[in-house]
């Protein structure tokens, strides 16, 4: 059995992959929102999108033995994180 600090030195490993990957997402996140209409919050928000992104998630969760619940709390905290952002890009672009 493994002791708590190797556990947790191996959470802080996948951290550092999160974080990395995090970054990856931004900068698309960001992308999209220069190349949707200024200021139009209903093409930033994309509900539909949210929804699909969230049901693709849980079943991606199931598929990895992950709980779908805490995949599904986690994403949607993402993704209300990444909305906030991609609307303040989005208000300073040219379009």
Not at 4 to 28: M, P, S
Not at 67 to 91: C, D, H, K, Q, Y
Request: charged fraction near 35%.
């Amino acid at each position: 059995m493994k002791d708590l600090a190797t556990v947790r030195q191996e959470i802080d490993k996948i951290d550092e992959h999160l974080i990395i990957y995090l970054a990856k997402r931004q900068r698309l996140v960001e992308e999209a929102g220069l190349l949707k209409p200024k200021n139009d919050l209903q093409a930033v928000n994309a509900q539909e999108r949210v929804e699909e992104v969230i049901r693709n998630c849980c079943e991606r969760a199931r598929a990895a033995n992950l709980s779908p619940r805490v995949a599904e709390a986690i994403w949607r905290t993402m993704i209300g994180a990444f909305i906030a952002l991609e609307t303040e890009v989005n208000s300073q672009s040219k379009k």
